[in-house]
């Protein structure tokens, strides 16, 4: 059975090709931003997307039933970098957006994602009251647990992140979906840094000169071509994992956000493309010619790890074909 998605919050599509991948149909997505919107729209031009504030469809119904609904919705109202104001930001208030949606299209099964910092922001609370939305007033099962790439989706960046997973009809009672649910085990990881860099030049803006101001700290402390580094303020970090640091949306307010590495011909940032790799997208994965790299930046680093969520949206296929499958 090809289970039909619909994706809420879907950014430049992270969570929609994974479900792709594990061979659903994704058959609408939402996204507000419009940046956001053109690069979803150039990498998937077969879904239907629909680019507008989710507080305006006032009829979710219109977009289409579907078999499971996705929903990256935003972490910022829950993350230690933010204010931690949870449900009390206009922002955290999205999530009430998606319990809407799960209601009125009362699909299979539900994707959410989100920062792992959300389970313990207000001491719990936030979470608890996620929970017993789904359970209690949706009546679905809850499912949560935190991934890191770098463990479960044989990517090599170091980017934790909490899922939850839920089942119709499921919150008591027959549990075959959910009991049968298997949260994925640690795979190895066998791609490298090297793995996802560009060997080759890359153009002149992405590398220090120099006449910049960390030029002379970024030449003492960036010894090694095996790594990644960052700038932090006042000095450089070096990440001594070998692994990516967790990309991150600021990564397009400032220079200094990028990650850096040290290739054969200098110290440069890493470029939008090679961002999206470390978040697994293939490398036929493309932003719109002429789009700001402040852009695209904010926007791969807004986005999910596909690996990841390939393998739970296998997982929720297998448990659904359980269930439905004839």
Request: one cysteine or more; proline letters at 4%.
């Amino acid at each position: 059975m090809r289970y039909t998605v619909g994706s809420l919050f879907a950014g430049i599509g992270g969570i929609c090709l994974g479900f792709k991948q594990a061979g659903c149909k994704v058959t609408w997505a939402n996204e507000i931003d419009e940046k956001a919107c053109e690069t979803y729209a150039i990498n998937f031009p077969e879904h239907s997307l629909h680019c507008e504030d989710i507080n305006k469809i006032t009829n979710p119904i219109e977009l289409g039933k579907v078999d499971i609904i996705t929903s990256g919705f935003p972490c910022q109202a829950f993350s230690v970098a933010g204010y931690r104001k949870g449900f009390n930001d206009p922002r955290g208030n999205l999530f009430f957006e998606t319990a809407r949606f799960i209601k009125e299209i009362k699909p299979k099964a539900f994707l959410l994602e989100n920062v792992k910092n959300l389970k313990g922001h207000d001491k719990g609370n936030t979470f608890k009251a996620i929970e017993e939305i789904i359970t209690q007033d949706l009546g679905y099962s809850f499912i949560n647990f935190v991934l890191n790439s770098k463990d479960y989706g044989n990517t090599p960046q170091t980017r934790e992140r909490i899922y939850m997973v839920g089942f119709r009809n499921e919150s008591k009672g027959d549990k075959k979906c959910t009991s049968n649910f298997q949260i994925p085990k640690k795979i190895q990881l066998e791609k490298s840094i090297k793995d996802v860099l560009d060997s080759e030049k890359q153009d002149e803006k992405y590398y220090y000169k120099e006449d910049h101001q960390y030029y002379p700290a970024l030449v003492k402390e960036m010894t090694s071509k095996e790594t990644v580094y960052q700038w932090r303020r006042v000095y450089v970090r070096e990440n001594k994992s070998n692994l990516c640091p967790t990309l991150t949306a600021n990564m397009g307010t400032g220079g200094h956000n990028v990650p850096l590495i040290k290739d054969g011909f200098g110290i440069r940032k890493l470029n939008p493309i090679e961002c999206t790799k470390f978040q697994g997208f293939p490398d036929s994965f493309r932003f719109p010619e002429k789009m700001a790299n402040s852009h695209c930046y904010k926007q791969a680093g807004n986005s999910v790890v596909v690996p990841v969520i390939k393998r739970i949206a296998d997982e929720i296929v297998r448990v659904l074909d359980l269930k439905y499958k004839n």
